[in-house]
């Protein structure tokens, strides 16, 4: 069974930085690309970013430049590192398996992670 | 980015009840369309991917269907658990989701 277990989330001042984690298990993570997707508190579903089978990473707009997704294969466990943080980021951040072939189908996700960017 | 327009925002039915959402794009996208479940203070479950492909384990009373630019979702004989959030999302670009459906009872 799949399962992905993300932690990390607190509450973090405007400009402040925050490592989130996600712990895999149940399946060949060194072969699935994974994701990242948040939801504002009463909001919809935001894709953050990505990361192939091979490292290619990806992401959304609003994360350039200051977010970075990796992986750590020996620990089944997908990281998202953000930096100068933003009121706009508050949110529960999930991660996502994605379909072998790459595709972005989400087909197992976490319980989330909440986020909360304030002074 | 692929802006994808989802209606209605909200509906109300009743058990037993067809009801169906649609899912529009913003350009073509073929049958990169999916579907997802959302209950609240849970995560999204994936129910249609690829337009009309039933992942497993979800019953047959939910479908989906359009290619290109339009896409729908129709649950045949709503049950009780069925009463959730649902989103659309298009993957042929960067992903982008539709604003959801909340499904309350009448």
């Known amino acids: 069974e799949v399962q992905l277990l993300e932690s990390g989330g607190k509450l973090v001042q405007p400009g402040g930085s925050l490592t989130l984690s996600c712990a895999a298990s149940g399946f060949m993570f060194s072969s699935y690309p994974m994701s990242w997707v948040r939801q504002a508190p009463g909001k919809g579903l935001e894709w953050v970013s990505g990361?192939?089978?091979?490292?290619?990473?990806s992401y959304a707009e609003s994360a350039k430049g200051r977010f970075t997704v990796s992986r750590d294969i020996s620990k089944s466990t997908l990281y998202l590192q953000m930096n100068s943080l933003r009121a706009e980021d508050t949110a529960v951040y999930y991660c996502?398996?994605?379909?072998?072939?790459?595709?972005?189908?989400?087909?197992?996700w976490g319980q989330g992670t909440l986020v909360t960017v304030s002074s | 980015d692929i802006q994808m327009t989802q209606s209605p925002a909200s509906l109300s039915a009743s058990v037993g009840d067809r009801i169906t959402i649609t899912c529009q794009a913003s350009q073509d996208l073929s049958n990169s369309l999916n579907w997802y479940q959302q209950k609240p203070g849970k995560a999204p479950n994936l129910l249609i991917y690829d337009g009309s492909n039933l992942e497993p384990g979800v019953p047959s009373r939910f479908s989906g269907g359009g290619s290109g630019t339009h896409f729908t979702f129709t649950i045949s004989g709503l049950q009780p658990e069925d009463f959730a959030t649902y989103y659309c999302q298009q993957y042929d670009d960067v992903p982008t989701f539709g604003g959801g459906t909340k499904v309350d009872i009448k």
């Open positions: 990361i192939s089978d091979s490292d290619i990473t």
């Open positions: 996502a398996k994605q379909f072998l072939s790459g595709d972005r189908i989400f087909d197992s």
